[in-house]
């Protein structure tokens, strides 16, 4: 069965450091995995995907992520994270890539805390 | 405003009663998801939606929970005789196509209270 894991709860960067939050995924067949953010009382917005094609995948706010196949991981990162980037992170992966439906399977969620 | 709309963002009701969740995809986007979040949780799938048609309802619980997508106006999530372990964040999502590599657009929410 596909599944997604975020290894940790939460994260501490402080302001103008480099930020990576981790996410290792199981899946049959060739992945389609996505990261949202989300503030608080708000929905999920979209950041980035990885459908096929170059590792790196660069997305919005200046978030970018690392589709690794033999590890099974798509870490998110930031150079150089901003008060601002504070916020619940998720990652999603599509049940049914190859086929032409599907829904997202979500990981817990990582707690992204940015201090000054 | 051309997002998914979600209303109402918060409803409060009593545990028997009915509750009505409506959603607006974004204009253009035919295919229509649901997602409930339980506290310090992510999101688990409800039900996916075309219009007129119920696609995957694997994540709905058999009883109580419906959802419809009719060709005017909103998708609906109806709980019946709601109880306190419905109390959740339900969320609402679109999509242009149901193809794999196409992302889902979320709603704020609507947070349902069951006292």
């Known amino acids: 069965a596909q599944s997604v894991a975020q290894p940790e709860d939460q994260v501490n960067v402080a302001e103008g450091n480099p930020l990576t939050v981790k996410c290792t995924y199981s899946?049959?067949?060739?992945?389609?995995l996505f990261w949202y953010v989300q503030y608080p009382n708000r929905g999920l917005q979209f950041l980035l995907k990885?459908?096929?094609?170059?590792?790196l995948v660069k997305g919005s706010y200046g978030f970018e992520a690392e589709f690794n196949k033999s590890q099974t991981s798509f870490h998110l990162k930031k150079p150089s994270a901003l008060v601002s980037d504070s916020a619940l992170y998720f990652c999603a992966v599509r049940e049914n890539p190859e086929g032409s439906q599907g829904n997202l399977i979500f990981g817990k969620g990582t707690k992204l805390s940015v201090k000054p | 405003n051309a997002g998914v709309m979600q209303n109402p963002r918060h409803l409060v009701r009593r545990r028997g009663q009915e509750a009505r969740l409506r959603c607006s995809p974004m204009k253009g986007h035919s295919h229509v998801y649901w997602y409930r979040q339980l506290p310090e949780e992510g999101l688990k799938f409800m039900v996916y939606l075309q219009k007129e048609n119920i696609i995957d309802e694997s994540g709905m619980p058999k009883e109580r929970f419906s959802a419809e997508f009719p060709k005017e106006g909103p998708s609906i999530l109806r709980i019946q005789q709601v109880v306190r372990g419905d109390s959740a964040a339900y969320f609402c999502?679109?999509?242009?196509?149901?193809?794999?590599?196409?992302?889902?657009?979320f709603g704020d929410g609507t947070r349902l209270s069951i006292l």
């Open positions: 990885y459908i096929t094609g170059d590792n």
């Open positions: 999502a679109s999509s242009f196509s149901g193809g794999g590599n196409q992302p889902q657009h």
């Open positions: 899946v049959s067949g060739n992945p389609y």
